[in-house]
């Protein structure tokens, strides 16, 4: 087998493929079931039409069979009466004619053997197809049911299964890190860069220089320890001074 042989058998393979998916998705199991119903009936229908033809038939057969019978009974009764006037000759004409008459009422029995056989299998037949047109009919609303439950389940699985796909919280969890490792990454390459440059030893002889919060803290509470120990020594320096000789001399005229 050439290349170009492989070549068209596997497209033809393919196309083939995609021919019976196109039929499958297109697949309607109700309205197949009906279409299948109404096939069984059409060939029913058919069925039926041939029945009576062949009927038609066995009667005709049956109508030449009762004729021969006839022609055979008439020319034995012939023989006998030529024979009982002393006429052999024409009891032995008469007896030719029965002879034949009997053969072809002999072919005709013989096809009605053939066909009364043939006819009660036919009956038999159509017989079962009602039966099964019937229970089809009956159980193609039940099988249409069933399908309409089948196609929203396969639509809720894939529906599931695309949201559990998704991933959500993990993926937004992985953004996260990945903007994380960016943004140390970052940080390293700048400290790095000015580490190179000198800046960073100026940032950190500034951040000596800069009181933190602990000591703006430590300064205030100091401030306000020795203000009150100020104010305290004031009053009672106050308090060990002598009176005015003013004051005392008021005091003495009371």
Do not use: Y
């Not at 290349?3 to 039929?23: E, F, P, W, Y």
């Not at 943004?183 to 190179?196: G, I, K, T, Y």
Request: aromatic letters at 0%; charged letters at 30%; hydrophobic letters at 40%.
């Amino acid at each position: 087998m050439s290349m170009n042989d492989s070549l068209v058998g596997k497209v033809a393979h393919t196309i083939k493929g995609m021919a019976h998916d196109a039929v499958d998705a297109l697949r309607d199991p109700g309205r197949d079931a009906r279409q299948d119903t109404r096939d069984i009936g059409a060939a029913i229908s058919d069925a039926d039409k041939h029945l009576l033809e062949v009927k038609a038939d066995v009667a005709l057969l049956d109508a030449r069979a009762k004729e021969h019978q006839a022609a055979v009974d008439k020319w034995q009764e012939s023989a006998g009466r030529a024979l009982d006037q002393g006429d052999q000759a024409l009891a032995r004409e008469c007896l030719v004619r029965k002879a034949k008459d009997k053969g072809e009422q002999d072919q005709v029995n013989s096809q009605l053997g053939q066909l009364r056989p043939l006819i009660e299998r036919l009956e038999g037949r159509i017989r079962e197809l009602q039966a099964e047109r019937d229970a089809m009919a009956s159980r193609t609303e039940a099988l249409e049911a069933r399908n309409r439950v089948a196609i929203a389940s396969e639509k809720v699985a894939n529906a599931l299964g695309a949201i559990d796909g998704i991933g959500g919280v993990q993926d937004f969890k992985r953004l996260e890190d990945d903007v994380l490792r960016r943004e140390a990454h970052a940080n390293a390459a700048l400290e790095q860069a000015d580490s190179h440059s000198g800046a960073s030893l100026e940032m950190r002889v500034a951040a000596l220089a800069t009181p933190s919060v602990d000591d703006e803290l430590a300064a205030l509470m100091h401030e306000k320890t020795s203000g009150r120990q100020i104010s305290a020594g004031g009053l009672a320096d106050q308090r060990r001074l002598p009176p005015s000789p003013e004051g005392q001399q008021g005091s003495d005229r009371r």
